[in-house]
């Protein structure tokens, strides 16, 4: 089992930057690729960027060259760094696991609102 726990969401003015935070813990090993996704009221989840255990990213197009992810296995944190917020970010995000078996692990979400 993988427990994540978000952290780092809030409200912010169009314009501005948040710093999502993901801790995991639990079966560690057995983590592969890790990502973030989002969900806005009425919408279904969408992939926003997830990471490699070497480190290969990739992003929706609707966050490329303003968000960032990262991660950090010696510490068992997964980032994101959002800068250029708009409304349209608004959602809540979840921190996801991949373990090397498939099977996928889920936060319990932090809500992103951006006022315009």
């Known amino acids: 089992q993988v427990q994540l726990v978000e952290s780092g969401g809030g409200l912010v003015q169009a314009g501005g930057s948040l710093r999502l935070s993901c801790a995991a813990s639990?079966?560690?090993?057995?983590?592969?690729?890790m990502g973030w996704y989002r969900q806005a009221p009425g919408k279904q989840r969408e992939l926003v960027a997830v990471?490699?255990?070497?480190?290969?990213?990739n992003y929706a197009d609707s966050v490329k060259g303003r968000f960032t992810i990262s991660r950090d296995n010696t510490k068992n944190t997964l980032s994101l760094q959002m800068n250029s917020l708009n409304p349209e970010d608004t959602a809540v995000y979840y921190c996801?696991?991949?373990?090397?078996?498939?099977?996928?692990?889920w936060g319990q979400g932090t809500q992103v609102t951006v006022s315009s």
């Open positions: 639990g079966s560690i090993f057995s983590i592969n690729r």
């Open positions: 996801n696991a991949e373990s090397i078996w498939g099977r996928p692990y």
């Open positions: 990471i490699t255990q070497s480190g290969s990213t």
